[in-house]
């Protein structure tokens, strides 16, 4: 008689998977590289806008009352003057190291480009012979001083403090050289009632 063969083991396999388990699998973990891939981009994009573009800094002071006012957080273009894609216009806000002190940074409205004539009268600001209209100078403290008129030097710029009685602008000290201006003021995101472009 032939000898019987052990019969092998096995283990139930249990039904297949199905098909539409392992799809889901696969969909779910491509979702989540996904969400990763774009919290990943969207990091370094703002990373790079920081460091290039936007810089976030703390006004202090009240000498551009009303539109700033002290311990607000704003950004501020620096790409645009940087590399030259931009110019600097008449009423742009600017922050620039002030001349008298590098150390210290300043944010003025610019108020006379290279080559402009500018004089004050009774508080009245007048440039190349015409009068100002500056809807953002503070009507609660009337600044009434004059000021000689002066014709901007080539490369500096004349900036003045919106609230005129309580600031150290080109009055006090002179115009700015284009060097020591590095950003344009843009953008108030703190505290968030003012949140805002800034005009």
């Known amino acids: 008689m032939p000898e019987e063969q052990p019969t092998p083991e096995v283990t139930p396999a249990g039904p297949p998977e199905p098909e539409s388990s392992r799809e ?6 491509r979702t989540v590289l996904s969400w ?6 969207s990091v370094l994009i703002a ?7 936007y810089q976030p800094v703390k006004v202090e002071g009240t000498s551009m009352m009303p539109g700033l006012t002290d ?12 590399f030259g894609i931009g110019s600097i216009e008449h009423g742009d806000t600017v922050v620039f190291r002030s001349p008298p002190d590098p ?6 409205r610019v108020i006379g480009l290279p080559g402009d004539r500018v004089r004050i009268e009774g508080g009245q600001v007048y440039v190349n012979g015409r ?4 809807d953002y100078v503070l009507t609660d403290y009337p600044d009434y001083s004059s000021m000689d008129e ?4 080539p490369g500096r710029y ?17 115009s700015v050289p284009r060097e020591n201006i590095y950003g344009k003021a843009v953008f108030v995101y703190w505290p968030l009632e003012k949140m805002g472009r800034l005009k």
């Open 158 to 174: 004349f900036v003045l403090g919106d609230h005129r009685t309580s600031s150290s602008d080109s009055r006090a000290w002179g």
């Open 36 to 41: 990763v891939r774009d919290l990943t981009f």
């Open 103 to 108: 150390e210290k940074s300043y944010i003025k």
């Open 150 to 153: 002066k014709v901007v030097p």
């Open 71 to 82: 311990q607000e957080r704003i950004f501020i273009n620096k790409f645009t003057y940087r």
């Open 131 to 134: 009068a100002l209209v500056e």
């Open 47 to 53: 990373i790079v806008s920081i460091v290039f573009i």
């Open 24 to 29: 889901s699998a696969w969909s779910g973990l």
